[in-house]
């Protein structure tokens, strides 16, 4: 099975540190999750929450700030997992992913968490899409 979420989303500026975009998890195990991310350098990462589901993996380009971007992120379920995440068309993560479950997600959530005290961020998602056939980015 292959989750499918579309969402164009619109970053004003840079964040001040990595900071959450999207979660996808299970209820009854929270520990068992992927996070979308940014980086400081507003490079997509996918997170492992466990040391011992491997390494971040990194987008290669910057999400450029001060416009909206379609962002197309795409799980396949399993053990490996494989995640693409791509930015306006532009492939920024293609790998296989031991922290993607077999079993399935529960919950998706669009937003972002950050502790920002000194800073206000804004982060806005239009026309979000989470699907189990291909939506894409036009």
């Known amino acids: 099975t292959t989750i499918y979420y579309r969402a164009y989303v619109y970053f004003p500026g840079p964040f001040f540190h990595d900071t959450t975009i999207s979660k996808w998890r299970t209820p009854a195990n929270t520990t068992d999750d ?26 290669v380009d910057a999400i450029p700030t001060g416009k909206w971007v379609c962002l197309d992120w795409r799980a396949t379920l399993g053990t490996p997992g494989h995640e693409l995440v791509f930015v306006d068309g532009v492939k920024q993560i293609d ?16 937003g972002f968490v950050a502790a920002e005290p000194d800073h206000e961020i804004s982060v806005l998602f239009d026309d979000l899409i989470v699907s189990e056939t291909l939506v894409g980015c036009p």
């Open 95 to 110: 790998a296989d992913e031991v922290n993607v479950t077999a079993a399935g997600y529960d919950v998706i959530g669009a």
């Open 34 to 59: 992927i996070n979308l991310k940014l980086d400081l350098n507003m490079h997509i990462i996918i997170d492992a929450d466990n040391a011992s589901e491997g390494p971040e993996l990194r987008g």
